[in-house]
């Protein structure tokens, strides 16, 4: 049986079932449509200035490498800001290797600036050494809270004033299931996709948000291009593995629920209110709520 016609151009054949929309698709449609989903959730939350310097976190993986590819075309068709790729090298033997690679190949095709930071350089230490130690908590919280300042610090190294990370649409519900569960409600800020403005931080915008991660992983293999789909050998995020199968079944048979639980995670955002004025730790000097930031914290110092 042929495929529908694609609701969009009405010519050609469908490859993709929109069921949340009940579009159907065919590839130059469905990857002019997500462009203008990205454009369309820049504007609503205000992510960019005109002539912002935007860093993009880019792993090496098909959420950062199909973001870069759509901002670059972005700012390019609009004059609007100019783009670079920062990388994290964290430091994992075999696996940050081949991504560094993917993301130098990519960086090149598109004319696009790309800087590397290594965990080394920064904190002398690297994700191989931490994982060997003996540890109170999980490696990724370990590596969440380094890269988080390792990426604010590549942005700021490239004289960036806007961080846009690839979090996709499943990310985001993710999160904020995974905050109701902890009972953590101040994490809800972590979701916000416009990101406020804090001193010392490279303001973090996230253009993927409202881009399902099945959609972001068609934009890649409908375009083309190489990406790293090995799985990180310290992966063990076990809670949101959880909260990713659910999602996935809920959504399968309630379109939708993905929109649903990320519009309704906006709206708990909590404001920081005038008392919780950031100051700096006193180790390291970074800004920070407390006396002492997150990463001394962890690396013991
Ligand atoms: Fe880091 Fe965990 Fe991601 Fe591996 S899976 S890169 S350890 S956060
Ligand atoms: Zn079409």
């Known amino acids: 049986m042929e495929p529908p016609i694609c609701t969009k151009c009405r010519a050609k054949p469908s490859v993709y079932h929109r069921a949340y929309s009940g579009e159907r698709l065919c590839p130059d449609c469905f990857r002019e449509s997500l462009k203008e989903r990205v454009k369309r959730t820049i504007n609503r939350f205000h992510m960019f200035e005109h002539g912002s310097r935007i860093a993009v ?5 098909k959420d950062s490498l199909g973001l870069l590819r759509l901002l670059a075309e972005i700012e390019e068709e609009t004059h609007g800001s100019d783009v670079v790729a920062v990388t994290i090298d964290e430091g994992i033997k075999g696996y940050r290797d081949e ?7 990519a960086c090149s095709g598109l004319g696009v600036e790309s800087v590397v930071l290594g965990f080394g350089d920064l904190f002398g230490t690297t994700m191989d050494d931490i994982a060997s130690r003996e540890r109170e908590l999980s490696t990724c919280s370990y590596c969440g809270v380094l890269r988080r300042r390792a990426l604010n610090e590549a942005a700021k190294s490239v004289g960036a004033d806007r961080l846009a990370t690839a979090h996709t649409l499943d990310d985001m519900a993710q999160s904020v299931l995974l905050n109701i569960l902890r009972g953590d409600a101040g994490g809800m800020a972590t979701i916000d996709p416009g990101g406020g403005s804090l001193e010392g931080f490279v303001r973090r915008v996230k253009p993927y948000c409202e881009v399902p991660e099945r959609e972001s992983a068609l934009y890649a293999y409908l375009s083309g291009f190489e990406f790293q789909s090995l799985p990180c050998p310290y992966a063990e995020e076990a809670m949101r593995n959880d909260m990713r199968g659910f999602l996935n079944r809920m959504e399968a048979k309630r379109p939708g629920t993905m929109f649903v639980t990320f519009n309704t995670g906006l709206k708990m ?12 730790c006193r180790l390291c000097g970074e800004p920070t709520p407390g006396d002492t930031c997150r990463v001394c914290q962890l690396l013991g110092r």
């Open 99 to 105: 991504a560094l690679r993917l993301v130098g190949e």
């Open 57 to 61: 976190g880019v792993s090496g993986g």
């Open 269 to 280: 955002i909590p404001t920081l209110s005038k008392g919780e004025a950031m100051g700096h």
